[in-house]
């Protein structure tokens, strides 16, 4: 037996390297559980968890195109607006080309949504008061009633005289004021209370909360910049001085609204001088106004650094976002529904794997375990896999990965399926188990990878060339085919090779699934095999030609219509048992008294019942004999 | 059981077999039959226009959609009230979704509305506002996600058919495999159009994954194929066809038992999806997934390898080896 013993070692040695594999990955995800906060349960999409999804497309132009670091940028300065919402754990990523994708677990609410939407809007408004002021105007010193924190109904909310411009301090009514003077900065990031109609007088804070403003309506809108840049200052002798300043180029529209704003606003006082940058709400630069500027070319200096010159340029030049967006979808999934969603999802997983495993033990029988403990070790280390991928690469599973993964119980099967019914056709040859196994699985194992690669072909390429779902879809397919391939090279066969030894399967057991008797076994006699063994060396093709002799004799004694009953056709069997070369010409009777095999008749009929006639046999090894003796 | 492992062994040996080469005039028949008829039902109910014929997602066609679990009635006119009280002339189309769900679709409304609508329609079903489940979906959005599947498709196509030109070491393999998937594909197509289920873009994955599985299952059985005919050498008995036929007969329990296991969890979840509860993507996928499985088993046998065999009977080679060995078959029958 010391034959055997090597591919009994090979196949502990790969169970051990696949335990391995499933020890490792199960000591990550505890690892990952003990110190980086990983669940135990891969994260859910939306479509399982509940959450909105809004998905924005760009608005472009005929022709336009959008370049992967505009949309990066739109993706991080949408991320701040939704962090600065609070919500927790939302999820901002592009999506194909083109499209964003806002992911929000539960339902946010309708502020949030709104600030997601908006086009960012950039305007110029002047500055009325600001709380930086070292000697505030009147109008802007808050009177002892108004500096209550609790809003009175009694305050005026509409301008008691017609403001004549947009700096007039008319704009400043008691509500406002008091607005103004009880203004939390910290919360402009938590409400959008930052916003007001552009013609309407808005109060908010600096960029970094130092200065609370009134401004006055909007006088320019941010459409009207063409450019903006970041440079440094040039001296009249052409040398640059290193001070760092955003230079800005307004359209025909822009220049003349500046024009008029810069050459009122360069007559007042402080703080009415400076004219505020709005983005999104918030103050990024109240510039004071040094000059009127007619040009439409106006230079803003201060304590400004290259990065936040070129922040500045930025924001002026694309508004908010480098390019605008609308909303292309926007999809709102009760938690409940995705729940609901799940458990039938698992539901169907559950009842599709019972009926694999009736179907399995139905077909081969035993053996079907086989495929039963197969499909949960593979079941298992998917798990694993996809939880890692979760925790680690941000993957989430969602209903479409679902249905993935329960579609690749058929496709894993099919390996097992494979690879049984090659050992099955072994067997047929009259192989012993070990010698069946170990040939089946090399046939099959080439079959299983060539197809195997079509399937994860396809898997790779949806998951590079597809967009949403598709993706989340392909991941878990690719994933599920890699699985099948390792379970069935380290678990599938190294458990037949082990059961192959076993009496109960090798001797053929009627419950085992791989009965010769039943499966029409033809024995051919020890020499023969040796002969039949060397004869795979030369190509399997070559052997794979010799085993269809049977079908081909049947398919020619038909053809010549010859009478011959169940008893020639037997013998037919028989010769070509014996005659292993396959020399011999179809149809052609074979004139030697071959030795008929008792199973060859076992095949045709599967009857118990065997005429005694057909009983001269050549020797034959004691497992065989044996089987054969209790079937008859 | 004892009679399908005896069947087995019958095709096995041959005593037992599917003509699936020699009849293949019937069985190309038949194909051409299943796509023209898969053609003609969405062209038929899309009166001349094939698009009509198919009941796209609103995915599609753009739109908003509600939908509601748990509510404590189905009455559909509960849903109707809602939606027309806040947008009086809206096009509302409402059914049922397993036991306790309603969905309401309408034309695509405002921000707005959707907020207000969510509303009553929760007030109208008796649940939490957070209950309702609500999705504004432009008319590009399903066409994106399509578009790149398309892409997907065709690079997909491109590739398979290189690797199994080069593993099968023969083109003919590939045209002949692509040709039954697209069999498949039209034939699935035109189960949509009857059935009338709608084209989502769960839909589109579903025709994804038949992609995969139909050619998946050709290439197992074009290895049998490509083993029994690699080396047919001059005592070889049988003809080209035959071979090809025999390969497809043994593979043939395969065939079967790998077909049921693939389409079983699937129609498990069309199941769940279609009656017990309404789980959307599910149901979706799955129809594709049941009819491309099926499909996909079947054609194989019956459209990719006949359709191979046809593709090499020609070879001049093939032709003069076909013809010595019906020759020596004849001389043996006279002697």
């Given at each position: ?19 391995a ?23 859910l999409?939306?479509d ?5 999804e ?21 993706v991080?300065?949408?991320r ?6 609070g919500?927790s ?11 964003i ?8 609410d ?7 939407q ?22 802007c010193?808050p009177t ?22 947009a ?18 900065c ?23 909360n ?11 809108a ?19 001085t290193?001070e760092?300043?955003?230079?800005i180029?307004f359209n ?11 050459t009122?606003?360069?007559a ?8 505020a ?7 990024i ?14 230079q803003?200096?201060g304590s400004?650094?290259?990065?936040t ?14 390019i ?16 609901s ?8 997983g ?24 197969s ?10 896999v ?6 680690q ?11 993935g ?9 099919d ?33 299983i ?34 699985i ?6 380290l ?13 109960f ?6 419950l ?24 795979r ?9 010799h ?9 020619a004694?038909?053809?010549?219509g ?12 028989a ?5 292993v070369?396959?020399s ?11 030795p ?19 009983r001269?046999?050549?020797k ?13 | 059981?004892?009679?399908f492992?005896q ?22 028949a ?7 008829a ?18 796209f997602g ?6 908003s959609?509600?939908?509601?679990t ?8 509960t ?22 769900g ?17 509303a ?22 399903g066409?994106?996600?399509t578009r ?18 080069i ?28 059935t ?8 589109v994955?579903?025709?994804?994954t ?16 490509r ?39 699937v ?11 309404g ?18 088993t079947?054609?194989?046998?019956f ?12 070879e ?20």
């Amino acid at each position: 037996m010391a034959t055997r013993s090597t591919p009994v070692r090979k196949a502990w040695r790969s169970l051990a390297w696949l335990l391995a594999v499933v020890v490792i990955l199960g000591a990550l995800l505890g690892a990952g559980k003990l110190f980086w906060g990983w669940g135990l349960k891969p994260q859910l999409a939306l479509d399982l968890q509940g959450g909105t999804e809004i998905i924005l497309t760009p608005q472009l132009a005929k022709g336009q195109t959008v370049t992967q670091d505009q949309l990066n940028q739109a993706v991080s300065i949408i991320r701040e607006r939704v962090d600065a919402a609070g919500v927790s754990e939302s999820e901002i990523s592009t999506q194909g080309a083109n499209n964003i994708v806002v992911s929000i677990p539960g339902t946010p609410d309708e502020a949030t949504l709104a600030r997601i939407q908006a086009s960012a809007k950039l305007d110029f408004r002047p500055v009325i008061c600001a709380s930086n002021t070292q000697t505030p105007s009147a109008a802007c010193t808050p009177t002892s009633a108004s500096a209550s924190p609790s809003p009175s109904a009694s305050l005026s909310d509409t301008p008691a005289v017609k403001p004549k411009n947009a700096s007039d301090e008319a704009w400043v009514t008691p509500v406002l004021l008091q607005k103004y003077s009880t203004f939390d900065c910290t919360t402009l990031s938590t409400v959008d209370t930052n916003i007001a109609p552009a013609d309407k007088p808005l109060v908010t804070c600096e960029d970094n909360n130092s200065a609370v403003y009134i401004l006055g309506p909007v006088e320019v809108a941010g459409t009207t910049i063409s450019d903006a840049s970041a440079g440094t200052v040039t001296s009249s002798q052409g040398v640059t001085t290193g001070e760092w300043v955003v230079n800005i180029v307004f359209n025909s529209k822009g220049t003349p609204e500046f024009s008029k704003v810069t050459t009122r606003l360069v007559a007042l006082a402080p703080p009415r001088n400076q004219f505020a940058v709005v983005l999104d709400g918030k103050v990024i630069s109240a510039p004071v106004t040094q000059a009127a500027i007619t040009n439409g070319k106006p230079q803003i200096s201060g304590s400004f650094t290259q990065p936040t010159a070129t922040t500045l340029a930025d924001q002026l030049k694309f508004g908010a976002l480098p390019i605008g967006f609308k909303v292309e979808s926007r999809n709102t999934i009760a938690a409940t529904l995705g729940a609901s969603q799940l458990q039938n999802g698992l539901i169907a997983g559950g009842i599709g794997l019972l009926l694999v495993v009736l179907y399995s033990l139905f077909q081969y029988r035993l053996l079907g375990f086989v495929t039963i403990t197969s499909l949960i070790v593979a079941a298992v280390l998917t798990y694993e896999v996809i939880d890692v991928l979760s925790w680690q690469n941000g993957y989430r599973l969602s209903l479409a990965g679902v249905a993935g993964l329960i579609v690749a119980i058929g496709f894993t099967a099919d390996s097992f399926i494979v690879y049984f019914e090659r050992i099955r056709d072994e067997l047929r040859d009259g192989r012993a188990l070990p010698g069946a196994v170990e040939a089946g699985w090399k046939r099959a194992l080439r079959t299983i990878f060539a197809a195997k690669t079509v399937n994860l072909l396809s898997a790779v390429v949806l998951f590079i060339i597809a967009v949403g779902n598709v993706k989340g879809f392909a991941l878990t397919l690719g994933v599920t085919t890699v699985i099948d391939v390792l379970i069935v090279i380290l678990f599938t066969h190294p458990v037949m090779q082990l059961i192959a030894t076993t009496r109960f399967f090798s001797s053929g057991h009627p419950l085992s699934g791989l009965d010769p008797t039943a499966l029409g076994a033809i024995y051919r006699g020890r020499a023969q095999f040796r002969i039949s063994a060397d004869a795979r060396r030369a190509g399997a093709s070559r052997e794979a030609e010799h085993r269809q002799t049977i079908a081909e004799r049947k398919a020619a004694e038909l053809a010549a219509g010859s009478s011959a009953g169940v008893k020639a056709s037997r013998a037919q069997a028989a010769a070509k048992a014996a005659a292993v070369d396959g020399s011999a010409a179809p149809g052609v009777e074979t004139p030697t008294e071959a030795p008929v095999v008792e199973t060859a008749a076992g095949a045709s009929k599967a009857a118990p019942s065997k005429p005694a006639g057909t009983r001269t046999q050549p020797k034959r090894s004691s497992r065989s004999s044996r089987s054969t003796g209790r079937k008859s | 059981m004892a009679s399908f492992s005896q069947f087995g062994n019958d095709l096995y040996t041959g005593k037992r077999s599917v003509d699936f080469v020699g009849k293949r005039a019937i069985w190309f028949a038949i194909a051409i039959l299943l796509v023209v008829a898969a053609l003609a039902v969405p062209l038929i109910k899309g009166g001349g226009n094939i698009g009509e014929g198919f009941k796209f997602g609103i995915e599609f066609r753009g739109g908003s959609q509600f939908q509601i679990t748990g509510a404590n009635s189905l009455n559909t006119t509960t849903g109707q009230d809602a939606v027309l009280s806040v947008v009086p002339n809206a096009v509302v189309d409402i059914t049922t979704v397993g036991k306790d769900g309603v969905q309401v679709q309408t034309n695509q409304l405002t921000n707005d509305e959707t907020i207000k609508v969510t509303a009553a329609l929760a007030k109208n079903y008796g649940v939490q506002i957070t209950g309702v489940t609500s999705s504004f979906i432009g008319a590009t959005w399903g066409g994106d996600i399509t578009r790149q599947a398309v892409i997907g498709l065709i690079v997909f196509l491109i590739l398979a058919a290189l690797f199994m030109a080069i593993y099968f070491r023969t083109w003919k393999m590939s045209v002949a495999a692509i040709i039954s998937l697209a069999h498949d594909l039209i034939i699935t197509a035109g189960v949509y159009a009857l059935t009338g289920f709608e084209v989502t873009p769960a839909t589109v994955i579903g025709f994804l994954t038949i992609l995969g599985y139909s050619l998946y299952d050709t290439v197992v059985v074009f290895d049998k194929i490509r083993e029994n005919t690699a080396e047919l050498t001059d005592e070889s008995p049988r003809t080209f066809g035959e071979a090809v036929n025999l390969a497809v007969n043994q593979t043939l329990v395969r065939s079967i038992n790998t077909g049921i296991v693939a389409a079983l969890p699937v129609a498990a979840i069309l199941f769940i999806g279609s009656f017990i509860l309404g789980a959307d993507t599910l149901r979706d996928i799955s129809l594709a997934l049941l009819t491309g499985t099926l499909i996909g088993t079947y054609s194989t046998p019956f459209v990719a390898s006949p359709l191979y065999a046809t593709f090499r009977q020609t070879e001049a080679g093939i032709k003069k080896r076909d013809k010595r060995v019906l020759q020596l078959r004849a001389k043996s029958f006279a002697a």
